[in-house]
């Protein structure tokens, strides 16, 4: 018996003792989408490899399947350890037990370089459930050789833009806007930056009901309507992509979104000199708002989070991921990327300096674990309205009824 007893003892030491190495990390995966930053992730990868002996295996999703290929790998337990997502899931994905809070996983010193904004924005309850990553700030992008033909100063409110939306078609670009109407995260992308300049807002201030269904509401979704008249005929069927797109091939005189396309014809050795930053345009109040879009990176709960963040904290230095933002035209969340490149308040540096300045007046969309849900429903409605089949006052009472009801829900 006491032999038995002690071999039992001694297995039990072995297995202990043999539990580090099992549980050793030899590899994890990183998700990226469309593509992004993926010849700097691969050298960053491969530099953090041969520091921390851990390979990262690196995947790119396009962004329209990422968020249902992310949900059925959840659903099947087998998710990746790490993928760069959008703020509007830290919240579905913490309450589904997807991921897990990173506060204690980073250092102290990337915790502080994050700006104040990024981390609110990543942050449920006081915990920091994401990593602040790509910070796109939009506003306002011109065509100066088709305004300079119908203006003498660019306009400063939406109204201006409609009055001279008429007046632009037909002259240097044959439409004077470029919208989406149809795609639920690309609809409000587009859409959003006007419903707050007229003073309205998606949620209210307890996240319990809507808050677009006021008189400043309905008149921002007309003058979404409105512009629409006046937009590239493709905004049922476009994505960011083509209304990007639109305006660097010159088809639109105007839309609201930042530098990456300008940056796109840099690289490609094209003129971009007829293009223009506007400040934010106002609405009747005087309001404005730059689109702030706080992409974020994820750990997800796989039991590889330590080393996971050690590789997120790796990637997220200005030799990396700061070529990454400066390239795509993104906006620093991180104090370091600034001191470290001065490219970022570089004047000239059109593609980053003029959004980076518009950071303290940005504004986000909401997140809350039934946001999908939310923005579909507000997508599906702006669409019918701009396609005539309901007026702005119907579509957003219809809009209210069917959201209020998934709040209710929650």
């Not at 998710?79 to 997807?98: C, I, L, N, R």
């Not at 008149?219 to 008249?229: E, K």
Request: hydrophobic residues 40%.
């Amino acid at each position: 018996m006491k032999k038995m007893l002690l071999a039992l003892i001694s297995l039990s030491l072995a297995l202990v003792l043999f539990v580090p190495t099992l549980a050793e990390t030899k590899e994890i995966t990183y998700v990226t989408l469309g593509n992004t930053g993926m010849e700097l992730l691969q050298e960053a990868a491969k530099a953090f490899e041969e520091k921390e002996g851990v390979k990262v295996n690196l995947e790119s999703w396009s962004y329209s399947d990422a968020y249902s290929k992310i949900l059925t790998l959840a659903d099947g337990g087998n998710m990746p350890d790490s993928m760069y997502g959008f703020s509007s899931w830290t919240v579905q994905f913490k309450e589904a037990g997807y991921t897990v809070a990173i506060d204690n996983l980073i250092s102290k010193e990337l915790y502080d370089d994050f700006s104040k904004a990024a981390r609110d924005v990543c942050s449920v309850n006081g915990e920091l459930w994401a990593m602040p990553s790509y910070m796109s700030v939009r506003s306002i992008l011109i065509n100066q050789t088709a305004f300079d033909e119908v203006c003498d100063e660019p306009p400063t409110t939406w109204e201006g833009l409609l009055e001279l939306a008429p007046e632009l078609c037909g002259k240097t670009c044959p439409y004077a806007y470029t919208l989406v109407a149809g795609h639920p995260k690309n609809t409000i992308d587009c859409f959003l930056p006007i419903l707050w300049a007229y003073g309205a807002d998606v949620l209210s201030e307890d996240q319990k009901t809507v808050a677009f269904n006021t008189e400043e509401g309905v008149a921002a979704l007309q003058m979404y309507v409105d512009l629409a008249q006046y937009a590239v005929p493709d905004y049922g069927e476009a994505t960011i992509n083509e209304t990007q797109s639109n305006f660097t091939t010159q088809t639109a005189a105007a839309y609201v979104h930042n530098a990456q396309g300008l940056a796109a014809l840099k690289a490609a050795g094209e003129n971009y000199d007829w293009a223009t930053i506007l400040q934010p345009l106002k609405g009747p109040g005087g309001e404005a708002y730059s689109y702030g879009v706080m992409d974020v990176d994820l750990v997800f709960d796989t039991g590889n989070q330590d080393i996971t963040a050690k590789w997120l904290e790796f990637w997220h230095q200005a030799k990396y991921q700061g070529k990454v933002i400066d390239n795509a035209g993104f906006v620093p969340n991180q104090a370091s990327y600034y001191k470290e490149m001065p490219i970022f308040t570089d004047e000239s540096n059109v593609f980053v300096a003029p959004f980076a300045a518009m950071e303290p007046i940005a504004k986000f969309k909401p997140s809350i674990t039934c946001w999908e849900e939310i923005q579909k429903i507000m997508a599906d409605n702006v669409t019918k309205a701009v396609f005539g089949q309901l007026t702005a006052a119907e579509a957003f009472a219809a809009a209210e009824k069917d959201c209020n009801e998934v709040l209710a829900a929650q």
